[in-house]
């Protein structure tokens, strides 16, 4: 592990650094397709790994599971390195631990629908305001009810007992109508055969097994297998959104540190921001602003700083930006826009660097230990030390069952949660209506006709006697949710 303080990134009018101190200040790397994003997130990978700092990378491309194993160190990449004075540039793999959705090229990465909360599921199911707010109200009834709801037969169960006792229900929680309940379950069948049976549900993740170090003390890269995922954009914009605000809502406060405690970074940005209402862009950033304060740095990968909001964008203090191509009025924008971002260098244009930087270039600007940007670098970035090879199917599986979380995480839980709670809630309610019509027979069968002061209980009221006497139990306790609507665990 290295115990200097900085991340080389390559060479401009000199040594051109990251400064650990300030990587959870956020970053940006932007570029054209075949411009060298890829290399680069790759560099910070490795170079975060070799300073015991983790790191969470949604592999997109399916290109990035190499890192695992040596580079072959082509010759253009040695001449790189001579050219940049990298004098200690070798072969090196890095400690990766593998994880996928869908539980095939990796661990499966599940969390429940009761810790993804309303917000971000309704963004997942592309839910109107309508919908949107039968899903809270359905979400705030299990809250109040004390029942978790861990998978989606949990929460078609808790919709159809909402949609059920749809009248007595709105005057507390608003309207609820069997139109929207119906389309939520609709939407709920299109999730399902994208994959959402399988990684919603337990185990859940702990956020906790991305911030691992190996015996040398690198740390872990963990890559998130997405080339399926990313069939469904708003489904992987959405998870990964997810795990952003898990970080931010589980990691204690460790204020300002010599070091990130994880570096996270968002392929194809884009997808987060893509038609997200205003409401959601907002609480975005406000996540941004204050996760670094966590330890966490974030750090977003698009085409194009355009593709990020400037409330977002603005919270990005270290930048590298690839060329881009003006040739449109909106790429010229783009080209404006990146250029006005960084602090000018009176040696050159950055306007006019952006649009004629070869491939494996950028302009860089990165924070001093004082918060200010550096002035911008036109730098050569230099070479990854890992392999840029496809990983062969039988290494990977390897790697995956040689991993101490595998007992962990690779076998399915089902304990006991809303759907069967509500089960036996029907049974208990068809067994007292049995005994009740049971009872009335026998009375109009008496000679002298009885009259009872005691009215049936509703189906209401027997449900609010039985939540009554959960409270206290592991099920019953009032869970609290945070800025984007996530379980608070703790």
């Not at 969470?56 to 160190?73: N, R, S, T, V, W």
């Not at 185990?203 to 469904?232: C, H, V």
């Not at 950033?285 to 304060?293: D, T």
């Not at 977003?300 to 700083?305: E, I």
């Amino acid at each position: 592990m290295s115990t200097d303080q900085t991340l080389y990134l390559g060479k401009g009018d000199g040594p051109v650094h990251l400064n650990l101190k300030m990587a959870n200040r956020h970053g940006l790397i932007a570029g054209a397709t075949g411009t060298g994003k890829t290399v680069t997130l790759r560099v910070l990978a490795e170079g975060f790994s070799d300073h015991g700092v983790p790191v969470f990378i949604a592999d997109a491309k399916g290109d990035l599971a190499g890192l695992c194993q040596p580079g072959e160190m082509p010759g253009y990449f040695v001449k790189r390195a001579e050219q940049i004075g990298l004098e200690d540039y070798t072969s090196s793999a890095y400690p990766v631990t593998f994880w996928d959705l869908f539980g095939n090229k990796g661990h499966r990465l599940r969390t429940t629908v009761s810790e993804i909360g309303p917000l971000l599921l309704a963004r997942m199911l592309d839910l109107n305001d309508t919908q949107e707010g039968v899903l809270y109200a359905t979400f705030q009834v299990a809250d109040d009810e004390g029942m978790l709801l861990l998978d989606l037969k949990d929460l078609r169960a808790m919709l159809n007992f909402v949609g059920e006792n749809a009248k007595a229900l709105s005057s507390e929680y608003g309207n609820i109508t069997k139109a929207s309940i119906g389309a939520i379950q609709r939407r709920l069948l299109v999730l399902q055969q994208q994959g959402g049976k399988q990684f919603l549900g337990e185990p859940a993740l702990d956020i906790n097994d991305f911030i691992r170090t190996d015996e040398d003390g690198r740390g872990y890269i963990n890559l998130l297998a997405a080339d399926q995922l990313m069939q469904q954009p708003r489904l992987y914009a959405t998870f990964l959104l997810w795990l952003m605000s898990e970080l931010f809502e589980e990691l204690p406060e460790v204020g300002d540190v010599e070091k990130p405690r994880l570096v996270f970074f968002f392929d194809e940005a884009h997808l987060l921001f893509d038609g997200a209402p205003k409401s959601l862009v907002d609480k975005v950033e406000q996540v941004v602003r204050l996760i670094r304060s966590k330890g966490v740095g974030i750090y977003f990968v698009t085409q194009s700083p355009l593709d990020i909001p400037d409330e977002v964008l603005g919270q990005l203090g270290n930048r590298v930006q690839h060329a881009l191509r003006a040739f449109t009025p909106r790429d010229q924008k783009a080209v404006r826009a990146a250029a006005d971002t960084f602090r000018a260098n009176p040696e050159f244009s950055a306007a006019e660097a952006i649009q004629n930087l070869g491939v494996g270039e950028a302009l860089v600007s990165t924070l001093t230990l004082k918060g200010a940007p550096n002035v911008v670098q036109n730098t050569l970035i230099r070479p990854a030390s890992s392999g840029m090879k496809q990983l062969p199917a039988a290494q990977r599986k390897y790697i995956i069952g040689s991993s101490e979380l595998g007992e962990r995480y690779d076998v399915a839980v089902d304990r006991s949660s809303a759907y069967e709670l509500l089960a036996q809630r029907a049974e208990k309610s068809a067994e007292a209506a049995s005994a009740a019509e049971s009872k009335q027979k026998a009375e109009a069968n008496e000679a002298k006709p009885k009259t009872s002061a005691r009215k049936r209980e509703s189906v209401w009221e027997s449900m609010a006697k039985s939540v009554a006497r959960s409270i206290g139990s592991s099920l019953g306790r009032r869970v609290v949710r945070g800025i984007l609507g996530s379980l608070q665990k703790g």
